[in-house]
């Protein structure tokens, strides 16, 4: 299994409370919608997925193949 | 964004497995503002059944009138959106006729301790095995920010623009003070542990209240310039204090603070196995 982060534009509302209080300061919000900052090191934590409130990003699982 | 459920054997779409699993998709994304904490909450009850690995047929969310409320609407189980005040009452009867069912109530500060205070008070002193989460954002949101009996003293609301001149009501304090064998108090902030208080708010046998500060930064955050969402939890985080560390601190050191954890977690009697036993015992001739 192998992770990503995933940002579902179309629900983010551009709180900013994922940019906030990510550990790795990763994200930034620009025009109202959350994006990756350039370079960014995730460490996929999924902080952003539990406190979003819009449920516009979260972790994803996916089966290598 | 407009799903179109018909075709949709799989997860195709940028949703996660847990939201895709447990909310009514076809109405996200939801109504609530941005920045609002409500959402945060529901995505820790569907936490808390994705880990307890909750039947939804055998799961009824109750909830009553108010922007917290919205949340029946939202979640995919046996759900019902009751009357102002009365989201307790209905529980009390759903679990009444089915004991087995695990009863939720997601209700908001002015629902549970205003309009509803008499019933919040009557299920903690009977002890019935609902499990009341309040979305507690310290305001009326829905009906355009009047103060709430969370509202604290001296703060504003579109009903105080002199300030707020009652006492505000602590939620878990009072359903304890009534008899609430379960009490626990959290905020948006403390997501990550969220999920985990209220799954043990629902397997505790008896009334379980969860007194969850959200944040309302259209209404309470303006009215007071508390800032933005952001603003908002931030104090969360700097004036919340786990129960264990505040055991030992002075009353005045805990003024103004949010005292966060389990904060009661004892047996009684449930009410509707008294019931059961009772109608057991005029049925076969009482002893």
């Not at chain 1, 370079?39 to 516009?56: K, S, V």
């Not at chain 2, 940028?14 to 609002?36: A, F, Q, T, V």
């Not at chain 2, 002075?250 to 389990?262: A, Q, R, Y």
């Amino acid at each position: 299994m192998s992770k990503k982060l995933v940002i579902n534009t179309d629900w983010c509302k551009g709180c900013g409370i994922c940019a906030a209080f990510c550990p790795k300061s990763t994200l930034e919000v620009v025009d109202e919608k959350v994006r990756r900052k350039d370079g960014a090191d995730c460490i996929l934590c999924g902080m952003c997925e539990m406190r979003c409130p819009d449920y516009a990003i979260y972790i994803k699982e996916e089966d290598d193949d | 964004m407009k799903v179109d459920m018909t075709n949709v054997s799989e997860n195709t779409m940028n949703i996660s497995d847990l939201i895709y699993k447990y909310m009514r998709i076809e109405h996200l994304p939801h109504i609530w503002c941005p920045g609002c904490g409500n959402g945060i909450i529901l995505r820790a009850v569907a936490q808390a059944m994705e880990n307890m690995k909750l039947e939804r047929n055998k799961t009824v969310l109750v909830s009553g009138i108010g922007c917290s409320s919205r949340a029946a609407g939202y979640l995919d189980c046996n759900s019902i959106h009751t009357t102002h005040g009365r989201a307790i009452a209905y529980a009390t009867g759903i679990k009444m006729a089915h004991p087995d069912y695990e009863v939720i109530v997601i209700t908001g500060d002015g629902d549970a301790s205003a309009i509803g205070g008499n019933h919040l008070i009557h299920a903690a002193r009977r002890n019935i095995g609902l499990t009341v989460i309040v979305m507690n954002n310290n305001i009326y949101g829905m009906t355009g920010g009047q103060y709430s009996p969370t509202t604290p003293h001296r703060e504003f609301g579109t009903t105080a623009p002199y300030g707020n001149i009652d006492q505000p009501f602590d939620i878990a304090k009072l359903a304890m003070g009534a008899g609430a064998t379960f009490a626990a108090r959290s905020t948006v902030y403390h997501a990550p542990q969220l999920a985990g208080i209220i799954e043990k708010g629902i397997r505790h046998k008896g009334f379980s209240v969860i007194d969850v500060t959200s944040i309302c930064p259209t209404y309470y955050g303006r009215k007071n310039k508390k800032g933005s969402a952001v603003d908002m939890m931030r104090w969360q985080k700097e004036n919340s204090i786990p129960v264990e560390k505040a055991k030992d601190m002075p009353e005045e050191e805990l003024e103004g603070k949010l005292v966060v954890g389990v904060l009661r977690d004892k047996e009684a009697v449930e009410y509707s196995e008294e019931y059961s036993r009772l109608v057991d015992a005029v049925q076969g001739g009482i002893k």
